[in-house]
């Protein structure tokens, strides 16, 4: 049996973003096409960051700030003082650019689904990109995989 390759199962109509949306256009978006997360495109085509559910939601959640020793003349910290800043970021954005994850793993068309879906796990992400020399062609995410597994089973 022929491996199942990520363009055999991949939705090639991708919703996207833009930077320049507002939160709320895109707490809209998601909403509206019941999806939770998409890729954010530049005005030329290009993914520069994907966005979630989870990043609108940061903006109702409680921050709290790094726990701390002091220790001589210095400050300890005990907890990441970046994942901080990042979500400190994140609740008081007003542009799908502020709350965006900047580092986008992406996966060719021809990837095999079994190195998609090692790939997604290794990451604990939902879903990835797929680009084509550069340009997007398509999106993937765990809800097409394990449909490809229950279809190949059935």
């Known amino acids: 049996m022929e491996e199942l390759r990520v363009r055999d199962i991949m939705q090639a ?3 996207t973003a833009t930077p320049e949306a507002t939160v709320r256009e895109l707490a809209d978006l998601l909403a509206r096409h019941k999806i939770s997360g998409v890729p954010v ?3 030329e085509g290009k993914v520069v960051g994907v966005v979630s559910e989870a990043d ?3 903006q109702d959640a409680d921050l709290h700030f790094p726990y701390y020793i002091p220790f001589l003349d210095s400050i300890i910290y005990l907890q990441s003082v970046s994942k901080f800043e990042t979500r400190l970021r994140k609740m008081f954005g007003t542009k799908v650019a502020d709350i965006m994850s900047r580092e986008v ?3 060719a068309p021809d990837a095999s689904v079994y190195d998609a879906a090692a790939l997604m796990a290794d990451r604990t992400i939902n879903r990835v990109p797929v680009l084509e020399k550069g340009r997007l062609v398509g999106i993937l995410t765990r809800g ?4 490809a597994i229950a279809e190949r089973k059935a």
């Open 13 to 15: 109509d991708v919703i």
């Open 41 to 43: 495109v530049d005005g």
């Open 56 to 58: 609108v939601i940061l």
């Open 105 to 107: 793993v992406t996966i």
């Open 144 to 147: 097409d995989i394990v449909k």
